[in-house]
């Protein structure tokens, strides 16, 4: 059986196969765990994006709720797997479907790739605004779903910024 951890950390530390960035759709980099992991793996990781960037639609390389996959530059683990969270506008427009997919695809890429252990942030609960509780259910209701789809996939963690989806994902643990 797969297992499944809630931490309290900074994703750019851990040494895991491969970390999620919550990601936006130019894949260019932006704030919060984005900013950090690009600040923290070097000019790398920019590079790798940019590639993908060019082979893909000008306008949107990366479509909401979809995933690609980089090395990880300077970072400890050995993959990063950006994925683009929705926005919240209210729940009515997909939101939680989007959301959903993130974690689902994020993990049939960790798959293919033969990722054994797999860390993800909060996705979409920083500045695209989804509220944590609801953010947190999804999380953990669709990786529990997603991983008899990535049978090589032997540990996820989900890994907490701030004291509230902390307490949120050990209740739902
Ligand atoms: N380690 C782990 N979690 C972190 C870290 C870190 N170092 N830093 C922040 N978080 P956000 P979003 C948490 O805003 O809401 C970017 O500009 C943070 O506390 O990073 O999906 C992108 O380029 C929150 O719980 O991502 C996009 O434009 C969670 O990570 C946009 O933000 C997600 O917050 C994506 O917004």
């Given amino acids: 059986m797969p297992t499944l951890?809630?931490?309290l950390s900074d994703i750019t530390t851990l040494t895991v196969d491969a970390i999620v960035n919550a990601a936006?759709?130019?894949?260019?980099?932006g704030g919060g765990v984005d900013g950090a992991i690009h600040a923290a793996a070097g000019s790398e990781l920019l590079n790798e994006c940019i590639k993908i960037a060019h082979s893909r639609r000008p306008n949107e390389?990366?479509?909401?709720?979809?995933a690609v996959i980089t090395g990880a530059g300077k970072l400890p683990a050995k993959y990063v797997i950006h994925t683009v969270?929705?926005?919240w506008r209210g729940g009515t427009k997909g939101e939680p479907e989007l959301l959903a997919s993130c974690?689902?695809?994020?993990?049939l890429l960790a798959q293919e790739n033969g990722i054994e252990s797999i860390a993800f942030p909060n996705i979409s609960t920083g500045v695209y605004g989804y509220p944590k509780e609801k953010a947190a259910e999804i999380a953990v209701n669709t990786v529990r779903h997603t991983l008899n789809e990535a049978p090589c996939v032997n540990k996820v963690i989900f890994?907490?910024?701030?004291?509230?989806?902390f307490s949120l994902y050990k209740s739902k643990m």
């Fill in 159 to 165: 890994v907490c910024f701030d004291h509230e989806n």
């Fill in 103 to 107: 974690y689902r695809k994020s993990l």
């Fill in 61 to 66: 390389p990366c479509s909401t709720g979809d």
């Fill in 24 to 29: 936006n759709s130019s894949l260019m980099g």
């Fill in 5 to 7: 951890e809630t931490i």
């Fill in 85 to 87: 969270g929705p926005v």
